[in-house]
């Protein structure tokens, strides 16, 4: 997210007729569309993991928890959508066409600016055992379920819908849920000093973004 716009400057001049961009957004996509136009065919990854010693050690989770997602914006499902899908399919690669890509990363923004913010609080790395706690499940809780509240007031949808359930799920379900969630070893990963100082510079960014396109419709956090 934090080197996307270099990059689409990079590409200004690219001769390619499509590029994919695999990133988070929390703010849709004029200012992508402004740089290379037509061209953008938004996605995201399901894989997460690091660059150590220049190899990528990749994360795929199972297709049910998590697909790559893409589509265009005009949500149409277009010949070059059918032509990537083919191509993740011939790799045995989990993915989904979404027909909302500019609700879809801006919810997933919300459980990023959630979860990782709640183990990189206030702009400070946290330690494994102060990250296991009833306070920052419950600081997950309370941030998730007030920005999903504030997008629907802003007009998003939640996307997908299976947000939804988050707003009418009791706090202290999903605390437990989240203490859970808290002792993987995802998270154990996460917090690894490398990954950690990256992810948490894009939390801060991720969320800076989005009160400034909340503050643009009129709703304060």
């Keep these: 997210m934090l080197r996307l716009y270099p990059a689409l400057l990079a590409l200004s001049d690219n001769q390619s007729k499509n590029i994919v961009t695999m990133t988070n957004n929390s703010t ?37 928890l998590i697909a790559t997602m893409f589509g265009e914006i005009n949500g149409l499902e277009t010949e070059r959508v059918k032509n990537l899908a083919k ?39 946290s330690n494994e055992k102060t990250a296991r706690t009833r306070k920052t499940a419950q600081q997950i809780t309370i941030t998730l379920k007030t920005y999903l509240r504030a997008i629907q007031k802003a007009g998003i949808d939640i996307n997908p819908s299976a947000f939804k359930i988050v707003l009418k799920f009791p706090n202290f379900i999903l605390k437990f849920f989240f203490m859970m969630w808290l002792r993987t070893k995802m998270v154990k990963d996460m917090m690894l000093p490398d990954y950690a100082s990256n992810a948490n510079n894009e939390v801060v960014k991720l969320n800076n973004d989005l009160l400034k396109f909340l503050s643009e419709r009129g709703i304060t956090m």
């Design 28 to 64: 849709g996509f004029s200012t992508w569309l402004d740089i290379v136009g037509d061209r953008l065919l938004p996605a995201f990854p399901s894989v997460g993991g690091q660059i150590k010693d220049g190899i990528l050690y990749a994360r795929i989770p199972p297709k049910f």
């Design 87 to 125: 191509l993740f399919k011939t790799a045995k690669f989990p993915y989904a066409i979404n027909k909302d890509m500019k609700s879809y990363l801006i919810t997933h923004s919300i459980s990023d600016i959630a979860l990782l913010g709640g183990l990189y609080f206030e702009n400070k790395i």
